[in-house]
């Protein structure tokens, strides 16, 4: 019973390239959570998606930064026109189809992105 | 808007001493609270919950935490550290009645020592 799997583990990219990262969730998980952690900080809600579904960006930087979860295959993270500051680890969440907050969220192993 | 602190960034205790990490949120309406736990290089691994019920919450591990209403408080307690216990400790708090978007304090790291 796989756990959340997020890929690529690291990723090294140069300021203005794109990164793309993705998290599978759990096996029949329909909701999908992006955090953002900074060096030394806590984690930060970047988004909620259902499959096809963005719930809530409340979290998303305007500009470069978008989220997808469609109806087959994984979520993915894109990030546009990388800067350093962009530089942190980044860690998906999901949870069951029945939601609400007593829901338990599993963490995958984040991606650790560094814009050189 | 609701906002979770913790309170010492770093603790460090000796094996087989009470662990203390500290964390006080705001929120204007019940709160649901959350212990996770992260261990180098690895995602965040709940701990324990309080969502409605009895104050007292026993988690994974020997950990525990309690809620107290009138401290705005969910410290998290376990009597006897283990070297194994050294990570980083995040608390968090989820708006109730909807989804679960974890607002996270900003950690702390445990270190254990012989």
């Known amino acids: 019973n796989a756990g959340v799997m997020q890929n690529p583990r690291h990723l090294v990219r140069r300021r203005g390239q794109e990164a793309r990262l993705r998290c599978s969730p759990m096996?029949?998980?329909?909701?999908v959570y992006w955090y953002r952690q900074l060096p030394e900080e806590g984690l930060k809600f970047m988004v909620y998606?259902?499959?096809?579904?963005?719930?809530?960006e409340s979290g998303m930087p305007k500009e470069r930064f978008s989220a997808e979860f469609p109806k087959e295959g994984p979520s993915i993270l894109r990030i546009q026109q990388v800067v350093r500051g962009d530089s942190a680890a980044y860690f998906c969440?999901?949870?069951?189809?029945?939601?609400?907050?007593?829901?338990?969220?599993?963490f995958g192993p984040g991606t650790r992105l560094t814009v050189l | 808007a609701q906002s979770v602190t913790q309170l010492g960034s770093h603790v460090s205790v000796s094996e087989g001493a009470l662990v203390l990490l500290r964390c006080n949120y705001s929120?204007?309406?019940?709160?649901?609270l959350f212990w996770y736990v992260q261990y180098p290089n690895q995602g965040l691994q709940l701990l324990l919950k309080?969502?409605?019920?009895?104050?007292l919450v026993k988690g994974i591990n020997g950990f525990e935490a309690e809620f107290k209403k009138s401290e705005t408080s969910f410290h998290l307690t376990k009597p006897s550290a283990h070297m194994s216990d050294a990570a980083e400790y995040f608390c968090?708090?989820?708006?109730?009645?909807?989804?679960?978007?974890?607002?996270f304090g900003a950690g702390t790291r445990l270190a254990v020592h012989p």
């Open positions: 096996k029949g998980h329909s909701h």
């Open positions: 998606l259902q499959k096809e579904n963005i719930i809530d």
């Open positions: 929120s204007s309406v019940p709160p649901y």
């Open positions: 968090a708090v989820s708006p109730s009645g909807g989804y679960n978007k974890l607002i």
């Open positions: 309080y969502t409605t019920g009895a104050t």
């Open positions: 969440a999901s949870s069951p189809p029945a939601g609400g907050v007593q829901s338990e969220q599993f």
